[in-house]
């Protein structure tokens, strides 16, 4: 329990580990917040160009329910002003008893689209005046898109545990704290624990934290949720020591770490973007443990619960597997250094 408790107090004067605990609880409270802005405002507003002397001013009135009316006293001002590259304004005179509408074509299609569409549009405006009308809510500006990125920044937050060991370990190789632990009166079994609780349980609290920032589950899913945040921490604990054992430097540490972490991002990233159904490249997908944490993270969001049970078990796998082939590695490692000696 001691050393448990030194390996903490090293943990929590490492400002690189302490920044990495906190990063994926502030970029989800940042993508929380970016969900809640409306953009709406920041472009979108459609632009109508009139002459002065050649629009009736219920024409403009009724230009005016549907944007802004910018007025030019000659034909060249609202041609130079339609033509100009930085804007998507729409030109509008009027035709007999309709109008016409004037773009240039470097507009966006949906600028397009309303210039067609506004001529038939004022022809009919008596007829939509009488319409009942419906407004719906307009989806956030995450629809869609915001769980994949919620589940990505939860994916980051589980898989810190990774981080936690291998810097701890690769800083004790370089500051000769590793020596010191080879003579202290302490069991191979006694150093694994402590170094997977290290990992662990700063990675637990990092995921649990950007959980309830991301997510609202019902109880159910809540404790489907913390399975999947426990096996998924663990078998990164795990990784983290094959990699903090296995390097020999901070740089070569730091490389791995980065390409670790960008398998574990990329391979269930990709599945979702692609909609892997090949049941061969979907099998070779589970065999990078994020790729069942992204699935089950996913199902969740959405309320259902039985593709995360399923993902549980494949993690439950991990972790068995993962375990016997740091055990192994462990092993073989110090024997090798017996035999050096």
Known sequence: MKGLRYQLKSVLHDKFCLMTFLLPV????ALGLAGQIDFSSLGGTLSFGVLEEGILSHTAAWLNRYGTVMVYRTPEELADAVKEPSTNLIGVETAGNGI???????ELEIYRRTADTLPVLYERRNQAA?????ILERP???AGLGDMFAAAILIVAMFMGCTFNAMNMISEKEDGVAFVNEI????????IVQKISVGFIFGCLSAVLTACICFRFSWKNMFLMLALIVLSVFVSALVGMLIGGASEG?????IDIKVVMLLFMAVPILDFI???SQPVLSAVCYLVPSQATFEGILDLSAGGGAKAVKDIGILAGHCVGWSFLYMWVSGRRSQYHKRAI
């Open 26 to 29: 502030i970029v989800a409270a």
């Open 100 to 106: 016409r509408t004037m773009v240039s074509g470097d």
């Open 130 to 134: 009488e319409a009942k009308v419906q």
């Open 140 to 142: 956030g500006v995450m």
């Open 184 to 191: 202290l009166p302490m069991t191979r079994r006694q150093y």
């Open 250 to 254: 901070l740089m070569t540490g730091m």
């Open 274 to 276: 692609l909609g892997i």
